[in-house]
C-alpha cells in the first residue's frame, strides 16, 4: 500500500507563499502520476494540478495558474506544489495523490482516476 505524506502547511498572510510537499517512503514516487487537491469546509474536493512521470506535463486549475507551480524532484522522491500571492479562498485541507498505470506525458485532473491519498495538509490565508 503506497503512502504518501504532505507537509508544508499552515498560516500565512494574503499574498504570502508556502510549499507544499509530498512525500513516500517506500514507493518511487516517478512511477506515478501526482495530483494535488483540496477541499474547503462545506464544498467539494477540486483538483489542483498534477505532473506527469516525466514532469512534462502538467495542469493546473484555472483558480490558480500563476500562481502556483508543481515540480518533481526525483532524488529526493517528493513533489511540490509552490504556491504565490496566496488568497484567502485558498484556505482548504491540501492532498497529494498517486495514480497507478501513469500517463508519462499527461497526468489527469479528476479525483476519481487517483489510487493512493495521503492524509492532507491544512493551508490557512488569512490576515
Known amino acids: 500500500q503506497l503512502q504518501l505524506v504532505e507537509s508544508g502547511g499552515g498560516l500565512v498572510q494574503p499574498g504570502g507563499s508556502l510549499r507544499l510537499s509530498c512525500s513516500a517512503s517506500?514507493?518511487?514516487?516517478?512511477?506515478?502520476?501526482i495530483g494535488w487537491f483540496r477541499q474547503a469546509p462545506g464544498k467539494e474536493r477540486e483538483g489542483v494540478s498534477c505532473?506527469?512521470?516525466?514532469?512534462?506535463?502538467?495542469n493546473y486549475a484555472d483558480s490558480v495558474k500563476g500562481r502556483f507551480t508543481i515540480s518533481r524532484d526525483n532524488a529526493k522522491n517528493t513533489v511540490y506544489l509552490q504556491m504565490n500571492s496566496l488568497r484567502p479562498e485558498d484556505t482548504a485541507v491540501y492532498y497529494c495523490?498517486?495514480?497507478?498505470?501513469?500517463?508519462?506525458?499527461?497526468?489527469?485532473?479528476?479525483?476519481?482516476?487517483?489510487?493512493?491519498w495521503g492524509q492532507g495538509t491544512q493551508v490557512t490565508v488569512s490576515s
Open positions: 517506500t514507493f518511487t514516487l516517478n512511477s506515478y502520476n
Open positions: 505532473i506527469s512521470t516525466t514532469g512534462g506535463g502538467t
Open positions: 495523490a498517486a495514480k497507478e498505470y501513469p500517463y508519462r506525458h499527461y497526468c489527469p485532473t479528476k479525483a476519481y482516476e487517483y489510487d493512493y
